[in-house]
């Protein structure tokens, strides 16, 4: 199943997923009840903006403000690929 972001989507994390940090593998994590996904630090970064009430638009403007580029794609990109996980809907 292919679901695709749109800039107006507000995201939101799962409600039985939450992100943490994994001290054995010294890594942020999305922890759900079937396993976990490792985030690097650009996943973390969009994670931690994805709150409910952000658009992917303003997620994406607020990182390309913080490193000076357009994520954009990225952003839309990585959040499409966490709903067709449903980690993120």
Known sequence: MTVAM?????????????????????????????????????GQAILELVDGQRTVAQIAAELGARYQTDVTADVTDYLSYLAERELVQ
């Open 6 to 42: 749109s800039p107006d989507t507000v995201p939101r994390i799962w409600r039985l997923a939450r992100l943490d940090y994994d001290p054995a593998r010294q890594r942020p994590v999305l922890l759900y009840p079937e396993g976990a996904v490792l985030l690097n630090d650009t």
